[in-house]
Structure formats: C-alpha cells, structure tokens
C-alpha cells in the first residue's frame, strides 16, 4: 500500500534511508548502480530497502528502466481555480 507522503515525512525515517531518498530527489532517477555507488553499499544490500521505500511510498521505480525516482509531493497540494470559485460562489 502506498502513501501520500511529503517532504516532511522524510525527517521521519532512519538516517540512511533519509539519505537514499535525499540523493535520488536531488539526482531525480537513479539507477540501482549508481544508488549503490554512492552509499557504497552492495546492490543486494540495497535491493531490500529500496523495495522498503517504495512501497512506503518515498520512491518509485519505473519498470522499464528500473530507475527511482522519488515519489514525495515536493509541493503542497492547491485546489483547482475552478474549486476556489465554486467555493466562493457558494
């Protein structure tokens, strides 16, 4: 099951996987690989809890290419002009 998370959420989680997903968020995708690379941890080490992550909804992975990319809302959520009016007129 996925969440609805925001970048607040991220505070939340332990040190390295607040790190994996800063570094994919400021990369934008990834690969496995070059997730590896950079916390010099094994691709099995790391396969766990990428799958962890997103599943929490903090990551995704693209099928195809087998990039992450995050899955956080970077912006809050704002109605529609058209709801705002709606709102309004009511």
Known sequence: M???RTMTDILSLADADREIVNWVLKQQRSTLDQISQHTQKSS???KLTLTQLVSEGFLSEDAETGNYQIA???KPRRP???KL???ISD
């Open 72 to 74: 956080v809302r970077t």
């Open 80 to 82: 529609s002009a058209e």
């Open 44 to 46: 099995d080490d790391l």
């Open 2 to 4: 996925t969440h609805s």
């Open 85 to 87: 009016w709606d709102t």
